[in-house]
């Protein structure tokens, strides 16, 4: 979670002093973002699908 927050903050300040290391760590907080978002979503559809469509055997 600090590392987070750290790549967080360097993309703030690299927001005003434009620099190739606070892009690639905003880019790769975001790209962590957007994986854990859809690791949750993939699990929460598989949850739906088992809890609405029980497996017919």
Known sequence: ???LLFALSEAL???EEPSPFGAIWAFRANYMAH??????NKFTVL??????APIQR
């Not at 994986?35 to 949750?40: M, P, Q």
């Not at 949850?47 to 609405?52: F, G, I, K, L, N």
Request: net charge neutral.
């Open 13 to 15: 300040d690299s927001v």
């Open 35 to 40: 994986i854990l978002t859809f690791r949750a």
């Open 47 to 52: 949850a739906q699908m088992t809890e609405y």
């Open 1 to 3: 979670m600090k590392g």
